[in-house]
């Protein structure tokens, strides 16, 4: 179990990212595909680094509010 963001890797695959935020597969394919989501394609895979994933998520709390 992860207690602290820290203990993530350093980059997240696709489906480290849905089981992150509870959402499907299908969604966080489709997550990550939408302008200003932090994800990089590196030959067929698509990363996304931790510390961009959690400035995203911090940034989506702070907008929503």
Partial sequence: ???DYKDL????TV????????ISRKTAYALVKRK????ARVGK???IPRDLF???????CKSSW
């Fill in 15 to 22: 489906e480290q990212v849905g089981e992150l935020l509870g």
């Fill in 45 to 47: 895979r698509i990363i």
């Fill in 1 to 3: 179990m992860i207690k």
């Fill in 9 to 12: 890797p350093f980059t997240l």
């Fill in 36 to 39: 200003g989501f932090p994800a």
């Fill in 54 to 60: 959690i400035q995203w998520i911090n940034e989506k």
